[in-house]
């Protein structure tokens, strides 16, 4: 996929072992997950003996200990077959790797076992009905109850990713004092409303939730970081995770797209000739195919900074997630063009494609709000002199 020198033996092994999974356990049933809105537990749960869902995921907690480029990798090839699928290590790798970084001991302990073997599946419960980008503005309350050591959650989350499956949600708020708050809440939780959202533009198969939280009980020991630092540190840690995820099973998205255009339009015949014998197809293609070598080397280099704990590993992350969320929709759309009619009849995998790329410029940061962020930060560097 990538010239060889780019990727380690090991990766590379890993990749080989991702793509063969795909093709034999994902590619033939994607579609019918899309449909029947709901990719089938036991899939996800194939997945995490395989040793996918907790890859990253240190091994002194059970998991495999990888790279950030072997996650990456892992999030092309199963984003090529099924946005839907991928969506699991997107969200249980954001849940793992905060709870790494911020839990207590005994939470690691408790839950990133079960996760890293996928018995666990945890969603990131971020996002209310009035409150989307501006995360800072989060209604929902973790308040003391006054008695022991017990705080009571209430509020709604919506558009959660996996919730309507979940057995934990790791969900933010705020205490009496605007400070901001986390904790993990099981599912079974009295208290606990989960109200699945279907029909989805995109994403059919993931399984999103209204969650509604009524006076629900959270132990001080299921509180992940301190008061008042949940949300400057410790939620964009989970999303910085999510932006890698997202930025590569975009890129694998890309891959798809390209693919898919690329051999119909080698057999397709208008005009007396295939049709990528035509200047305006084969621009198309041309686009895809540079577009996909772009998001590629942007996604590796994001990843390596992050593996060499380089302090520009966020910008990169940005970066990358920025470009190839961007590349995939633009692809998307011309892989229906391409196939004309065909691509808009829901047999036809470029209408699925195109439905899940448009997501790809919403979720972990939209298009704008990475605009903001990016836009400033390269200004105030470009902006030196020397
Ligand atoms: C398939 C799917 C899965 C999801 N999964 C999860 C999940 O697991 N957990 C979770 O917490 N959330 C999840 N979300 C929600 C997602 O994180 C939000 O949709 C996203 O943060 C944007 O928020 P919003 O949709 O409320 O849009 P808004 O923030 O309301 O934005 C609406 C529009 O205004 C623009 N805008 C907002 N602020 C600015 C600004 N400052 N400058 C310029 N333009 C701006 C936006 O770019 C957008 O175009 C999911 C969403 C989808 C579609």
Known sequence: MLNHRLLTEEQKNHYRRFCEFVKEHVTP???????EQGVPRQVMARCGQAGFVGGIIPKEYGGGGWDAVTFGLLNEAFGAASSSLCALFTVQTMVAMTLVKW???????????????????????????????????????ITPKGEGDIYLLKGTKKWITL????????????????????????????????????????????????????NCEIR???????????????????LHYGRISTAWSSTGLLRACLETSAAYASERRQFQVPIMEHGA?????????????????LCLNACMAEDDHSPDAIEKVLTAKYFASRAVARAAADAVQVMGAAGCH????????????????????????????????FCRKFSKKG
């Open 346 to 377: 829901e047999e036809n995998p470029a209408a699925r494609f195109y439905r899940n790329a448009k997501v790809m410029q919403i979720i972990e940061g939209t298009d704008q709000v990475l605009q903001k962020v990016l836009g400033k930060s």
């Open 29 to 35: 049933f994607d579609n019918t997950w899309d449909k």
């Open 220 to 238: 001080s020991g299921d509180l992940v970081g301190k008061p008042g630092l949940v949300l400057p540190y410790v939620a964009p840690l989970g």
């Open 103 to 141: 839990g207590t001991d005994e939470q690691k302990k408790q839950w990133l076992g079960p996760m890293a073997k996928g018995e666990i599946i945890a969603s990131f419960a971020m996002t209310e009905p009035k409150v989307g980008s501006d995360i800072q503005a989060v209604e929902t309350t």
């Open 281 to 297: 197809i084969r621009q198309i293609i041309t686009d895809m195919g540079v577009d996909l070598e772009a998001a590629r080397l």
């Open 163 to 214: 919730s309507a499956i979940a057995d934990i949600f790791l969900v933010f708020g705020k205490d009496n004092e605007g400070k901001s708050m986390a904790g993990i809440v099981k599912s079974t939780a009295p208290g606990v409303t989960v109200k699945p959202l279907k029909d989805m533009l995109g994403f059919r198969g993931a399984h999103l939730s209204q969650i509604e939280f009524e």
